[in-house]
């Protein structure tokens, strides 16, 4: 298969490397210039100032969303000057019916339905990252840090100024950007990449100076020129934003031993998060004792897959600017479950032995003590970064360790040539835990992963190869890797696999491989083809996440866009796609074809739908019976169609429904998630999700049970039920005062019955033929009944720049009601069982001051 899936790669590549190795001539740059000036302008959104009456406007702005290239409904113009400290610009946005111009009073960072002007600033003028400064009529702030040219980085969050207001002959917005918080060479004369954007909501329409390409991949690269920016400082920038904590919190009573029931904790704790800036275009960021208890909770999941959960990050610290340290796994277009070499939720993680070594009253975090990133980029196009994070030892009941003292490393690099079409990276993390007593057998001592990935680019970045070579190894007691080897990730027990346990080592090492091509660019029709593979002995979960090891996979996708809009749609996508997935041995565990096709119609409503087709022919699935043997699967339909409101409106419907069929049939799953956003006014926005789902699964493992020298593989058939609800609430007082609040019920009951273990035959073609008749333990539970709630609320106050106060409440609830000899309850039942269980409550105070230059 791996000889098969690289020749096709090579026949696609070659003749279309070949065809573009003659490069289309680069079109012009178009360019403006910045004035210095000596008296700064007052930052009030007029343009009564002086140096405004000294600049040349730029406004040859064009459409590039609907109608690319077509002459803008309204004109736009700006200037920009600077002196030594800041760069300042002024855009004057026409509208001849102001009355009209769409506001929305959100938080920062929050986009509402509303008009926006953005500054898109490559400092570096490197044509691949930069910096993007938004707003909106109102004064409402967002801002961005890219990278790789068409990345975004929304969590980034600068320290500048902008006024705006709203006039008799359109709106205008006037920015003062500090040069601290850009990134730029040591040098006496300056060219930045540069880039104005206009959004006009209620004609959904887009303009920008200069034109931005849709069809073109890259963002950053589609920049003008800013000239003009002589002899600006060099900053050192320092800037310190410590921060206390006031706590209080519910925990269980642990005096006398026999107590039982709850009271209150009261903790006052510190910090810092520091920032400095090593050079122009080197800076450091750290953070000590950090604290993150203004960060939404996870929503609520119950997992009966063979596979961990993964969560997105939310912590601001290991969001911002960490797009450097991406190092994907697994990721096509087709297929991308967010694996890869880093994965930061390991840090700071729930403790690994809490339910072997702890109790109610044990901690359920690891605090981490400190973390510091080091990032940057060199003259000669070399970004680097390094990151290191220690968290601190936790323990359990009668002071057993939960969660070793352990170092997290990872560190970057990537070196670009051809002005960024061509790029080398190279990746490598670490992680070494101080393991006792407690932890020495189950925990693996010391982990680590190499990488090198490639990416080469033709034609206006229209065509993209990538590549990457990847090797890991850990090491611990025999104990702990043979527990690795008989993990869900790697499964070397199968009795009817070609790996063996070796319970004598020590060590585990292995190797993954991916290659792609594609035509990323151009118009209408796109594609991409790839390989992927990972050995059996491939382990990057210490660090990062990886869903299974023993895998390869082949990918093709083709993709269609029509932009042109007519007189039925604005917009409309499609593509379709073919997958197969298979051991590294060769055993197919999947393929699969599917379509999905995506229209905006101009009324500005969306249809979003999908077909996919799965299990096409002889596959088998080898972990299903969670080290068992391979069975047979089953043909399995999935259907999803979406249909979305126009989010101009103040009121704005979304429904999804999803159904998928299988095992002949007899297995059956439906989801329906409606989802409705109102704006009753300007400064509030509610929003309320619901999810319902009904799982009849005819095939799901129920568990292993040993008699004596006999495995039993169990399946069941489950009947599940799932009900939740989610409501967020956010008003906006000032674009600086915010009140957010987030609650999630969620109810999960099943009940399994038609107990099966996996037959002598469990590959048969017919579906019974694998099964054969099995009574499981009598104190195997037979069903579950999930409670959960979550809920949090935020005020958040921005009373400077830079410098905030968090007034938090942080409100949970929830266990396992399941009883098998209680008849079925009424949903309403279950939801006062939910408000019936013991709340905890937790509330926090934060005050975090920014000192800075």
């Keep these: 298969m791996r000889t098969i899936a690289f020749s096709v790669l090579t026949a696609a590549a070659i003749p279309l490397c070949a065809a573009l190795a003659q490069q289309t001539p680069a079109a012009p740059i178009e360019s403006a210039r910045a004035v210095r000036t000596s008296r700064p302008p007052v930052i009030d959104g007029r343009e009564d100032d002086a140096v405004w009456r000294t600049v040349t406007p730029t406004s040859d702005f064009l459409e590039f969303r609907p109608d690319e290239g077509k002459q803008p409904r309204f004109r736009t113009e700006f200037k920009v000057a600077y002196d030594d400290r800041y760069l300042y610009a002024f855009v004057r946005a026409y509208d001849p019916h102001p009355d009209s111009i769409m506001t929305a009073l959100t938080r920062r960072d929050v986009r509402g339905p509303s008009d926006q002007l953005k500054l898109m600033i490559d400092s570096y003028d490197d044509r691949l990252s930069g910096f993007e400064f938004a707003v909106n009529p109102v004064g409402v702030k967002r801002d961005y840090a890219m990278y790789n040219d068409r990345d975004e980085d929304d969590t980034w969050d600068g320290i500048w100024d902008v006024g705006t207001r709203i006039d008799s002959v359109g709106w205008t917005a006037e920015f003062r950007i500090p040069f601290s918080q850009l990134r730029y060479a040591n040098s006496a004369r300056h060219t930045f990449g540069f880039g104005v954007w206009r959004d006009i909501e209620r004609y959904k329409e887009r303009t920008s100076w200069p034109l931005f390409h849709a069809n073109q991949s890259g963002i950053s690269s589609q920049l003008g020129a800013l000239d003009g920016i002589d002899d600006i400082a060099s900053f050192h920038r320092l ?35 520091i920032k400095y800036g090593v050079t122009p275009n080197v800076t450091l960021d750290a953070t000590v004792n950090p604290d993150f208890g203004q960060v939404e909770a996870d929503p609520s999941v119950v997992n009966l897959t063979a596979f961990e959960t993964f969560f997105q990050e939310r912590r601001p610290f290991f969001i911002e600017g960490t797009g450097l340290y991406n190092y994907g796994l697994n990721c096509s277009i087709v297929n991308c479950w967010g694996e890869g070499l880093f994965y930061s939720r390991r840090i700071g993680r729930s403790p690994q032995l809490l339910n072997s070594y702890g109790d109610d009253a044990s901690p359920n975090v690891t605090p981490i003590l400190g973390a510091a990133k080091l990032t940057g980029r060199v003259h000669g196009g070399l970004n680097f970064g390094v990151l290191e994070a220690v968290t601190g030892r936790v323990t359990g009941t009668e002071a057993r360790t939960t969660e070793p003292t352990t170092s997290y490393t990872v560190l970057r690099a990537q070196q670009d040539f051809r002005g960024g079409q061509t790029n080398v990276g190279v990746i490598g993390t670490g992680v070494n835990r101080a393991l006792d007593m407690w932890t020495d057998t189950i925990l693996r001592r010391d982990a680590y992963a190499l990488g090198t990935n490639f990416r080469q680019r033709w034609g206006t970045s229209r065509y993209e190869l990538t590549a990457s070579l990847t090797g890991s190894r850990v090491d611990g007691a025999r104990q702990a890797i043979t527990a690795t080897q008989l993990s869900g990730v790697h499964l070397y027990q199968r009795p009817d696999g070609s790996l063996t346990v070796d319970s004598a080592r020590t060590s585990l090492s292995g190797d993954a491989e991916d290659i792609a091509f594609g035509k990323q660019g151009g118009n209408m029709v796109h594609y991409q083809t790839s390989y992927e593979r990972q050995s059996p002995g491939f382990e990057v979960n210490d660090l990062g996440y990886l869903r299974r090891a023993n895998q390869q996979l082949f990918n093709n996708w083709m993709g269609f866009t029509f932009a042109k809009p007519t007189k039925i749609y604005n917009q409309l996508s499609g593509n379709f796609n073919a997958w197969g997935f298979w051991t590294a041995a060769g055993l197919p565990t999947e393929r699969a074809v599917n379509t999905n096709w995506h229209v905006n ?63 002949y049939g007899a297995s059956r799953y439906v989801e329906v998630s409606p989802e409705l956003a109102l704006i009753p006014m300007s400064q509030l926005q509610l929003d309320i999700t619901a999810d319902w789902s009904h799982n009849h699964d005819d095939s799901q493992w129920f568990g292993n049970f040993d008699e004596g020298a006999v495995t039993h593989y169990a399946f069941a058939l489950l009947e599940q039920e799932t009900r939740s609800l989610g409501i967020r609430a956010s008003y906006t007082a000032t674009p600086d005062l915010s009140f957010q609040l987030y609650a999630a019920p969620f109810i999960s009951r099943g009940h399994y019955s038609d107990f099966r273990e996996l037959s002598a035959t469990p590959r048969a073609a017919r579906f019974d033929d694998r099964y054969a008749a099995y009574t499981p333990p009598v104190n195997a539970s037979r069903g579950f009944d999930i409670l959960d709630l979550r809920s949090n609320s935020v005020l958040r106050w921005e009373f400077r720049p830079g410098s905030t106060f968090f007034a938090v409440w942080t409100h949970g609830r929830g266990g396992d009601a399941f009883d098998p000899t209680a008849p079925a309850r009424r949903w309403k039942d279950e939801y006062g069982d939910l408000f019936a269980l013991h709340p905890d409550n937790t509330f926090l105070v934060k005050v975090a001051w920014w000192l800075g230059e």
């Design 239 to 273: 800037e310190v934003v410590p921060y206390v904590v006031a706590k209080s919190l519910s925990v269980p009573l642990t005096s006398p031993a026999t107590a039982v029931g709850w009271e209150r904790s009261q903790r006052l704790t510190g910090g810092a998060d």
């Design 601 to 663: 119609f101009v009324n500005n409503w969306w249809v979003n739908t999908g077909v996919t087709l799965s299990q096409l022919g002889k596959t088998y699935c080898d972990n299903c019976a969670r080290g068992g043997p391979a069975f047979r699967r089953s043909p399995l339909s999935q259907f999803n169609i979406g249909i979305q409101g126009d989010d101009r409106r103040h009121v704005v419907p979304n429904v999804s429904v999803y159904e998928a069929i299988g095992d």
